[in-house]
């Protein structure tokens, strides 16, 4: 009972220092009129949404974002198509844009042109007044547009769509070929899916890794990426009117974090720190989970020896894959020329030429047609997984198992309280998972008080 009360002592103290809570802050009810579109000759603003506009075409957006790579990339192609287009961009932190957003609502100050949403913050984003519903008229975008999983991430709680996805996150597992081959007995994605058809059954292969490589290598780094992993698979919302289904929907991935702690199946590294990234590179810990950005931004960076050796190899998780992260693009209501700013978005998720931009960065869009009219913009390989199609094994082999869950607005409380769960099992092997669950239920009780706690 001491250490129930320690723990919940400093998950108090800890909520206190940390980042500002996102719940039940004051709604922002100040409205946004419409900006009237620039005046254009030969041009209707209320209709012909759906033709493209003149190659000479002259304007200008501006853009808050954080992916200097994507969005140089994609403006570089749009501008190839509409070269007197101009944009402006500022760099921000994803954490930092949605107090930004806030902040120029409330002071009057200027929201870009378009705006992004990363999916951390989305839903409470989402509920912000300054979206254009791309899903009505002028624009009349047909979410069928897109594969079905990113659809509710793109909807917010009028289910009208407020931005479409940059890119499809899709995530299953990166594993060591090498070390796949010496410990499992096969680097083949399909055996391995076999050998692993469930999270048990991965478990009891951990115990064995450790013991027979004298406690050298895991089958995972850390607790609190395997957890948040694990947590996305069911695709089942969190939050359901006034309930928070903390058991139906968190119950499962705390049971199997702690089973991966005592097990010895996954490493402490505590995730997305500077030795858990260089971890990647040192061969001790075999799987890894893997979205379509993560090649690029970790595996390739932090695995230097790998590009020479195909270290890598792609596979669907046990138990079905997930979305890991993930940004949309949408207009905002103030943008001042709403015609030219869906032309670019339209451009950058939903075209096949904005496709091939994406390719050259190792990412799949989102939009269906584009790879029916180039089937081989779903084909990407990267030295660092040898000979292994990884843009078609994301497609056809990971996509189709994943279950997109419907994002709500306290989301990110649940998330803070996760990350504080996940650091205290990490730090203290006598928490169980019992414990974890009604960890988290005192913390939602006292951050969320008005919602009902399962």
Request: charged share 25%; hydrophobic share 35%.
């Given at each position: 009972?001491?250490?129930?009360?320690?723990?919940?002592?400093?998950i108090?103290?800890?909520?206190?220092?940390?980042?500002?809570?996102?719940?039940?802050?004051?709604?922002?009810?100040?409205?946004?009129?419409?900006?009237?579109?620039?005046?254009?000759e030969?041009?209707?603003?209320?209709?012909?949404?759906?033709?493209?506009?003149p190659?000479?075409?002259?304007?200008?957006?501006?853009?808050?974002?954080?992916?200097?790579?994507?969005?140089?990339?994609?403006?570089?192609?749009?501008?190839?198509?509409?070269?007197?287009?101009?944009f402006?961009?500022?760099?921000?932190?994803?954490?930092?844009?949605?107090q930004?957003?806030?902040?120029?609502?409330?002071?009057?100050?200027?929201?870009?042109?378009?705006?992004?949403?990363?999916?951390?913050?989305?839903?409470?984003?989402?509920?912000?007044?300054?979206?254009?519903?791309?899903?009505?008229?002028?624009?009349g975008?047909?979410?069928?547009?897109?594969?079905?999983?990113?659809?509710?991430?793109?909807?917010?709680?009028?289910?009208?769509v407020c931005?479409?996805?940059?890119?499809?996150?899709?995530?299953?597992?990166?594993?060591?070929r090498?070390?796949?081959?010496?410990?499992?007995?096969?680097?083949?994605?399909?055996?391995?899916?076999?050998?692993?058809?469930?999270?048990?059954?991965?478990?009891?292969?951990?115990?064995e890794?450790?013991?027979?490589?004298?406690?050298t290598?895991?089958?995972?780094?850390?607790?609190?990426?395997?957890?948040?992993f694990?947590?996305e698979q069911?695709g089942?919302?969190?939050?359901?009117?006034?309930?928070?289904?903390?058991?139906?929907?968190?119950?499962?991935?705390?049971?199997?974090?702690?089973?991966?702690r005592?097990?010895?199946?996954?490493?402490?590294?505590?995730?997305?720190?500077?030795?858990?990234?260089e971890?990647l590179?040192?061969?001790?810990?075999?799987?890894?989970?893997?979205?379509?950005?993560?090649?690029?931004?970790?595996?390739?960076?932090?695995?230097p020896?790998?590009?020479?050796?195909?270290?890598?190899g792609?596979?669907?998780?046990?138990?079905?894959?997930?979305?890991?992260?993930?940004t949309?693009?949408?207009?905002?209501k103030?943008?001042?020329?709403k015609?030219?700013?869906?032309?670019f978005?339209?451009?950058?998720?939903?075209?096949?030429?904005?496709?091939?931009?994406?390719?050259?960065?190792?990412?799949?869009?989102?939009?269906?047609?584009?790879?029916?009219?180039?089937?081989?913009?779903?084909?990407?390989k990267?030295?660092?997984?040898?000979?292994?199609?990884i843009?078609d094994?994301?497609?056809?082999?990971?996509?189709?198992n994943?279950?997109?869950?419907?994002?709500?607005?306290?989301?990110?409380?649940?998330?803070?309280?996760?990350?504080?769960?996940?650091?205290?099992l990490?730090?203290?092997?006598?928490?169980?998972?019992?414990?974890?669950?009604?960890?988290?239920?005192?913390?939602?009780?006292?951050?969320?008080?008005?919602?009902?706690?399962e």
């Open positions: 009972m001491k250490k129930v009360c320690c723990f919940l002592v400093a108090s103290l800890l909520s206190l220092v940390g980042c500002g809570k996102n719940q039940r802050e004051p709604e922002v009810t100040e409205k946004i009129p419409k900006a009237d579109g620039q005046n254009h030969n041009i209707d603003w209320q209709e012909n949404y759906d033709e493209p506009l190659a000479d075409y002259e304007g200008t957006l501006s853009m808050w974002g954080w992916d200097d790579a994507y969005y140089k990339t994609v403006t570089e192609a749009f501008r190839k198509k509409y070269p007197n287009v101009k402006e961009y500022t760099p921000v932190e994803n954490g930092d844009l949605i930004k957003y806030k902040t120029a609502l409330i002071t009057g100050g200027e929201l870009p042109d378009i705006g992004w949403a990363v999916m951390a913050y989305r839903a409470e984003i989402f509920e912000l007044d300054m979206w254009e519903p791309l899903n009505q008229e002028p624009y975008f047909d979410i069928s547009q897109v594969h079905e999983c990113v659809r509710p991430q793109m909807m917010n709680s009028k289910r009208d931005g479409i996805e940059q890119t499809l996150a899709a995530a299953g597992l990166a594993y060591r090498d070390l796949a081959e010496e410990y499992l007995g096969t680097d083949d994605p399909k055996e391995l899916e076999a050998m692993f058809p469930d999270w048990q059954s991965f478990i009891e292969k951990g115990k890794v450790y013991d027979n490589s004298n406690g290598v895991y089958l995972w780094p850390g607790l609190a990426d395997a957890q948040q694990i947590r069911q089942i919302p969190w939050i359901e009117g006034d309930t928070i289904r903390v058991t139906d929907t968190l119950k499962h991935s705390l049971d199997i974090v702690c089973k991966f005592d097990s010895h199946t996954s490493d402490t590294l505590e995730a997305w720190t500077p030795k858990w990234y971890a590179g040192k061969g001790t810990h075999i799987f890894t989970g893997c979205a379509t950005w993560s090649v690029a931004f970790e595996i390739e960076q932090y695995d020896e790998g590009k020479d050796k195909g270290h890598w792609l596979m669907s998780a046990p138990e079905g894959n997930i979305l890991w992260g993930g949309t693009m949408g207009i905002t103030t943008c001042k020329d015609r030219l700013a869906w032309e978005i339209k451009f950058a998720t939903l075209s096949t030429e904005g496709a091939e931009a994406l390719n050259t960065l190792g990412l799949l869009t989102t939009a269906i047609r584009p790879y029916e009219e180039n089937p081989d913009l779903g084909s990407y990267s030295p660092w997984f040898g000979s292994q199609d843009g094994y994301f497609l056809n082999e990971i996509v189709p994943i279950r997109g869950r419907k994002i709500s607005v306290n989301d990110s409380v649940i998330h803070e309280g996760l990350n504080l769960i996940n650091a205290s990490r730090k203290d092997p006598e928490i169980t998972s019992q414990d974890a669950l009604q960890y988290l239920k005192d913390y939602l009780k006292e951050e969320l008080p008005d919602y009902k706690i």
